[in-house]
């Protein structure tokens, strides 16, 4: 793909996401969003036949589609999600990827404690 495309996958990406609002709310971040577009940029421009996600070959063209639906809340879901992690996150790429492309996670109750034959224990 040449840079004429990727640059007018650059600019629908960063339409889809809000990017100009984005910066302006949260300008400490551009930094990280710019990294964002331009993972979701080359992802979405890949002559792969499939990305590897969390460990799952999924085809390119499936990729593609589900990034070029994102829009600003999803990009300020995945944004809150690692602010509010504690833990260090050493592939930021991947994380960014499953979040998004993941809707049932955004639906899942978040993680409790439960109880399993009278002992507590927390959930993987």
Known sequence: MDEHEMAAYRSMI????????????HPWDVGRLDEMVELMVETVCSTRRSIRIAGNDIPQAVVKSRLLKLDG????????????????????????YTMPLSPWRTTMPPRSTTTFMGKQRNPI
Not at 14 to 25: H, I
Not at 73 to 96: G, K, M, Y
């Open 14 to 25: 960063q339409e889809n996401v809000r990017y100009d609002d984005f910066v302006q709310e």
């Open 73 to 96: 809340e999803h990009i300020r879901f995945v944004f809150d999600c690692l602010q509010r992690n504690p833990t260090e996150i050493r592939n930021a790429s991947w994380r960014c």
